[in-house]
């Protein structure tokens, strides 16, 4: 198991070795790949990920520094998606030295993108049901089964599975956790159109698809603890959502077609920021919506007003929640549940936001465009581009209170683990998976 170094905290010692890196190694001609490789093998792509682990044992806050760095220095931002946030740590956390260094340098290079193999039409919230099956044939295993939900499964190389490994184990014990191949015959990734218009996720089957055993990731039967690992890097990314800079628009992985691109065809302009000691209205959690009553012309409306204060007030105590739990990690301690308040917090501003905006822009909310031809006629429509924005915000909102553990799973967690409160009645844990009553 990787260990993690002592934080470094993002001073100007860490910045100044940063840039000048930066000075020597960031070249725009460089291709997307080639600029990925540079970034992932220094440590910079994905800092947080312990040093022996391709990463820097930084902070969450330390590594916003980092990607703000490089936004700053007009250079590619480090590759995105479940690769770098979610597999990664994963296997540092769980793998051998050999997976560490197989499996973790292509993730952090943005040479191939994983998706999430966990949840199953029976098998959500009540993760641990899962009835995808794995078989050992010596050094191999057979995978049967369905997932579901699946995001990027349809532009990933990788998939980070959960199947059931010993069925007459309790459910939480008899499941492993494999990295597989996504490009195999036995996998077929159907892709599922969501309301927004778009296919974010995909339903897969798995028909005879085989993963090696020195791709399992953990002990066979401890894919429960390792997956919890997965959940956790998952649930804190969104709880820090909205934070995030300098993200690269190019995309990882071999199926979408970026890594031989020129890198610096893809650096995104940085908005400027407030000078320091100066707040200003852009330093508002509440500024989109400030400047969508702006161009709905609603800003005088004394309801609206209100929802925005509301707004900016729900942004604010999410962003001291998030500085209270860095000052008490900083201390050595921890703050029992804080992934899971903060997500609930997050749905609960997103809902609001959602709510707010449907209300300013009015009727204008309901014209939504399913593809780019409609996109052009909405941006000429009253409200332009930001109302258009607006609605597909409004449209997506409800993802993330499901995703990663709904606001219901997220509330038992914090009453059961955080709270000390007593479980669900009618625990079946200590049941073999078999003999668990079923629906139907
Ligand atoms: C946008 C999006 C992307 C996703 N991406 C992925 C992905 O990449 N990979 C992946 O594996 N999965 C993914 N998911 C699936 C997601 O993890 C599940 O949707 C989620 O865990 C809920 O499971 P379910 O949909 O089966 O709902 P169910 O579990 O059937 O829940 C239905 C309702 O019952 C409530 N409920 C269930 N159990 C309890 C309980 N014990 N106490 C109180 N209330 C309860 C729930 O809160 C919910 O309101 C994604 C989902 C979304 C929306």
Not at 255 to 260: A, S, T
Request: proline letters at 7%.
């Amino acid at each position: 198991m990787a260990t993690t170094a002592r934080p470094i905290t993002a001073g100007t010692a860490l910045v100044d070795e940063l840039r000048a890196w930066l000075d020597e190694q960031w070249d725009p001609d460089l291709s997307v790949g080639e600029w990925w490789d540079r970034l992932g093998m220094a440590g910079w792509a994905a800092p947080m990920l312990p040093v022996d682990a391709y990463g820097r044992g930084l902070s969450r806050a330390d590594a916003m520094v980092v990607a703000g760095a490089i936004a700053d220095h007009g250079a590619l931002g480090a590759p995105e998606g479940m690769a770098i946030s979610l597999a990664s740590p994963t296997i540092a956390a769980h793998g051998t030295p050999e997976q560490i260094d197989r499996l973790i340098p292509p993730a952090v290079c943005g040479r191939i993108a994983f998706c999430q193999l966990f949840s199953e039409p029976g098998a959500g919230s009540d993760l641990a049901g899962l009835t995808t099956r794995a078989e050992r044939d010596g050094e191999t295993w057979h995978v049967n089964g369905q997932k579901v939900w699946t995001s990027g499964g349809q532009f990933a190389d990788m998939g980070m599975l959960l199947a059931r490994t010993n069925p007459e184990a309790p459910k939480h014990r008899g499941i492993t956790w494999f990295a597989i191949d996504m490009h195999q015959p036995g996998i077929d990734v159907r892709p599922l159109r969501e309301m927004t218009g778009s296919a974010l996720f995909n339903e897969v089957f798995i028909t005879d698809a085989t993963v090696g055993d020195d791709n399992r990731i953990g002990d066979v039967g401890d894919g429960w603890k390792v997956a919890n690992t997965t959940l956790f890097h998952e649930r804190s990314g969104m709880a820090a959502r909205g934070e995030g800079v300098g993200a690269a628009a190019a995309r990882a992985g071999t199926v979408v077609g970026d890594l031989d691109k020129r890198a610096g065809d893809f650096v995104r302009p940085r908005r400027p920021r407030p000078a320091a000691g100066r707040p200003t209205t852009a330093s508002s959690p509440a500024q989109p919506q400030i400047d969508l009553a702006t161009t709905m012309g609603r800003l005088g409306d004394p309801t609206i007003r209100q929802r925005i204060a509301q707004s900016h007030i729900l942004g604010t105590v999410s962003r001291l929640n998030a500085e209270r739990l860095k000052a008490v990690r900083a201390g050595g301690g921890d703050i029992p549940g804080a992934p899971n308040f903060g997500k609930l917090l997050t749905a609960q501003i997103l809902r609001h936001n959602r709510d707010l905006n449907f209300d300013i822009l009015g009727a204008r909310g309901t014209l939504h465009a399913y593809g780019d031809s409609g996109r052009d006629g909405l941006a000429d429509a009253p409200g332009g581009s930001g109302a258009a924005a607006a609605t597909a915000f409004g449209l997506m909102a409800q993802a993330l209170p499901i995703y990663g553990g709904t606001d219901q799973i997220q509330r038992n967690i914090v009453g059961e683990r955080a709270l000390g409160l007593p479980k669900e009645p009618g625990d079946l844990a200590h049941l073999p998976f078999t003999q668990l009553p079923k629906n139907g």
